[in-house]
């Protein structure tokens, strides 16, 4: 069975950086498109990038662009979210999970045989 193992949370002032890693169980990464979700505390859910695997075709949320980079490491099977500029409003559990994929894009719609899996924190604080 599918599954994907977060890391690479911790803690940063605002304007640092950390790097995500979600490596997945299998001999491949075993997805059309995967995204990153992200928790914070009281808040919902909410999509944050997401990656074509066949197009490379990436998405980010608005509040991320041009901060965060989705890649990944095919022979690693291992996909990355490097954030850079971190602001206090990114504090949350951040999650990787098989997303939806349609017309070489991909949705902040999870995969409904995938179940959430343990997330890595990240908190922006000084």
């Known amino acids: 069975q599918l599954q994907f193992v977060e890391s690479g949370g911790g803690l940063v002032p605002p304007g640092g950086s950390l790097r995500l890693s979600c490596a997945a169980s299998g001999s491949t990464l075993g997805a059309s498109a995967i995204g990153w979700f992200r928790q914070a505390p009281g808040k919902d859910r909410e999509g944050v990038s997401c990656?074509?695997?066949?197009?490379?075709?990436?998405n980010y949320v608005h509040s991320v662009k041009g901060r965060f980079t989705f890649s990944v490491d095919n022979a690693k099977n291992t996909v990355y979210l490097q954030m850079d500029n971190l602001e206090p409003e990114d504090t949350a559990v951040y999650y990787c999970?098989?997303?939806?994929?349609?017309?070489?894009?991909?949705?902040?719609?999870?995969?409904?045989?995938?179940?959430w899996g343990q997330g890595t924190q990240v908190t922006v604080s000084s």
């Open positions: 999970v098989p997303v939806v994929a349609s017309d070489g894009f991909c949705q902040y719609r999870k995969l409904r045989s995938y179940n």
């Open positions: 990656l074509n695997i066949r197009t490379s075709l990436v």
